[in-house]
């Protein structure tokens, strides 16, 4: 079993800037990619920023240059720098993280932090 925690969530005016982190515990094997999504009231979930284990990174073209994700490998996390964050920006973020064994994949998600971008 897998546990992925979020913080660093909250109101934020535009323009602002928040950092998201989410730790992942329990039985941990083989991790391929961790990332965030977020999905706004009335929207599906959609991709925010990956990163695999070698360290490449994948992001949405509404968040490209405005959010960065890194990872910590030795404590199983991931951050998320969102800057000049805007009202379309505001949604619950989740973390996610793609894992192995030799017998199946995991898929694990995180509960959610919301974000709010308002004035």
């Known amino acids: 079993q897998v546990q992925l925690v979020e913080s660093g969530g909250g109101l934020v005016q535009p323009g602002g800037s928040l950092r998201l982190s989410c730790a992942a515990s329990?039985?941990?094997?083989?991790?391929?990619?961790m990332g965030w999504y977020r999905q706004a009231p009335g929207k599906q979930r959609q991709l925010v920023a990956t990163i695999t284990s070698g360290g490449t990174t994948n992001y949405a073209d509404s968040v490209k240059g405005r959010f960065t994700i890194s990872g910590d490998s030795a404590k199983n996390t991931v951050y998320l720098q969102m800057n000049s964050l805007k009202p379309e920006d505001t949604a619950v973020y989740y973390c996610?993280?793609?894992?192995?064994?030799?017998?199946?994949?995991?898929?694990?998600w995180g509960q959610g932090t919301q974000v709010t971008v308002s004035s």
């Open positions: 996610n993280m793609i894992s192995y064994t030799a017998l199946r994949g995991y898929d694990s």
């Open positions: 329990g039985s941990i094997f083989n991790i391929n990619t």
